[in-house]
């Protein structure tokens, strides 16, 4: 290797020791996204093994003929939104209360963080007994304290995706919940006692003391959350099933149905890069917000 080393310059040597890491990371990511692209714009057969070179008209066809991709957006917005309202209360009012000083808070630390340690699909198992109507804990406790005198069905058209946002809220909240508790930990106690001293009650006190200091772990909760929730399947798949009927059929699941399911494979592929698109303008949207406040 010394002798390698002499014969070249550092930059080449550096050069030289980088390029099978290049050309895994090229045949892992760039090579699988540049197919990706090309098979969006085909008309991929895969009875035939034929890929049609169809340019837009994929794209074409979502947005102008395909009467599910509006719904599949309607709800994948529905459940963003309420994933991110709920992930941050939650996610604030554990941290707020792990923050403070009583006996067994290491405790209650470990217990706060076992719905993130459980995986999706342990997640979304949990979540389809509860709210069974035969042998849902829910259904049994509504007709043991007599508030139903048969089996209750929880889930609906109507709430499904509901139900998913807050299974989905339940698992990621305690991610969110350090992040704001290592914020509160940092923020010095002199401001709290100085603020009790102006006669600020507990509401101005978060609103002036605490919420300044975790304005930037709350950019990136959003921005985890919301990235997390718009490309969410396995939950969905394993709790509902995309039910009932295409009540929880989000943008990701419709991807699903039409490349694993109706075996179009070029169209799946188009929905994937709108998706895509989507998901990063959310991205770049809270990174300029970001990166514009700490800037300010």
């Known amino acids: 290797m010394p002798l390698i080393k002499r014969s070249l310059s550092d930059v080449q040597f550096g050069l030289a020791l980088l390029l099978p890491l290049i050309f895994f990371v090229v045949g892992l990511n760039v090579y699988p996204l540049g197919y990706s692209i090309w ?3 085909t008309n991929y057969d895969i009875s035939r093994g034929t890929k049609d070179f169809i340019g837009f008209g994929n794209y074409y066809t979502v947005f102008f003929k395909d009467p599910y991709f509006a719904r599949a957006l309607g709800v994948t917005l529905r459940f963003t939104a309420e994933a991110v309202i709920i992930n941050i209360a939650l996610g604030l009012g554990i941290a707020l209360l792990l923050n403070e000083v009583f006996r ?11 719905p993130w340690s459980m995986s999706t699909y342990a997640v979304a198992t949990l979540f389809r007994y509860m709210t069974s109507p035969d042998v849902g804990l829910l259904s049994a406790a509504a007709q043991y304290l007599g508030l ?4 209750v069905t929880f889930l609906t058209a109507a709430n499904a995706i509901d139900w998913v946002a807050l299974a989905f809220s339940w698992n990621l909240a305690p991610l969110g919940a350090f992040f704001f508790l290592a914020n509160l930990q940092v923020i010095p106690e002199d ?3 100085q603020a009790k001293t102006d006669g600020a009650g507990a509401i101005r006190r978060f609103r002036h003391v605490t919420l300044p200091y975790l304005r930037y772990s709350l950019l990136v909760v959003l921005l985890l959350v919301t990235l997390f929730a718009a490309t969410e399947t396995t939950l969905i798949m394993t709790f509902t099933g995309g039910g009932p009927g295409i009540s929880t059929h989000t943008l990701t699941y419709w991807v699903y149905v039409q490349t694993f399911q109706s075996y179009a ?3 799946g592929s188009a929905l994937s890069w709108i ?3 989507i998901v990063l303008s ?15």
């Open 39 to 41: 098979m969006s714009l």
């Open 104 to 114: 067994g808070r290491g405790l209650m630390r470990m217990i706060a963080l076992l």
């Open 148 to 151: 139903s005198a048969g089996p």
């Open 191 to 193: 401001l709290y006692r």
């Open 265 to 267: 494979f070029g169209y």
């Open 275 to 277: 998706l895509m698109v």
């Open 282 to 296: 959310i991205g770049i949207v809270y990174f300029l917000v970001l990166t514009r406040r700490r800037g300010g």
